[in-house]
């Protein structure tokens, strides 16, 4: 372990992103050793390994990157880092991010997206207040540079994405944010799914804008 990581384990962040690598597995939303979650502490990042298991991570042993993606200590960290850092560099208040290949997310994730701007319609007041617009992320191999630029270049505002037969990727001004997020995003594709082609009747724009007002999130209000 380096210096710089013995300094960090014991940081609240460090120890709330071990519990929620705890937590997402414990509810079977990170199968084998899929999934990676980080934060960001200052200029750096804490990032869980590549290939390990969330359901045991050890605060000690996390890898530690600048925001630059320069390693500064610790295990290799995930090939999906470029994300993690799309996210934190297109949002300085986000602290958190997590990534997982949830079952229902994953699978919707093979679908047409509902809209330009969201792959998930606003099905439930809950995904429209705890996470808002959800753009899907166009498909490229695992570790690609491509999808960062992607969401880099998004001329709306979103705090989460579902990158294309992948899974989806959620950020928070902490990381029971982001762990409640990518929750939501799994329980509204669970729904989206369970209906499959039935007519559902989805939150109109008076209803969405309510919400999004009320609790800061961003989803645009004209339909797909
Ligand atoms: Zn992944």
């Not at 330009?116 to 429209?128: D, E, F, G, K, R």
């Amino acid at each position: 372990m380096s210096t710089a990581q013995a300094d960090l384990a014991g940081h609240p962040l460090c120890q709330d992103l071990v519990q929620a690598g705890a937590t997402l597995a414990g509810l079977g939303l990170s199968p084998g050793s899929s999934g990676n979650i980080s934060v960001r502490i200052g200029d750096t990042v804490l990032m869980s390994p590549t290939g390990s298991d969330l359901a045991s991570l050890d605060a000690g042993n996390l890898a530690l990157l600048s925001l630059d993606g320069d390693v500064l200590g610790g295990p290799k960290a995930s090939k999906e880092f470029p994300l993690h850092q799309a996210m934190y560099a297109r949002y300085p208040d986000m602290t958190a991010v997590v990534h997982l290949h949830s079952p229902n997310a994953a699978a919707l994730s093979c679908t047409q997206p509902w809209a330009p701007h969201s792959a998930l319609p606003p099905i439930t007041p809950y995904l429209v207040m705890r996470v808002g617009q959800v753009p899907l992320i166009p498909y490229a191999a695992p570790g690609n540079s491509s999808q960062g630029a992607y969401i880099n270049s998004l001329d709306f505002d979103f705090s989460a994405v579902l990158l294309q037969n992948h899974g989806p990727l959620t950020s928070g001004a902490s990381v029971q944010q982001a762990v409640d997020a990518i929750i939501e995003i799994e329980e509204a594709a669970k729904l989206v799914l369970l209906l499959q082609e039935r007519p559902a009747r989805l939150l109109d724009d008076a209803e969405i804008a309510e919400l999004t007002r009320t609790y800061g999130t961003t989803w645009k209000t004209s339909g797909p």
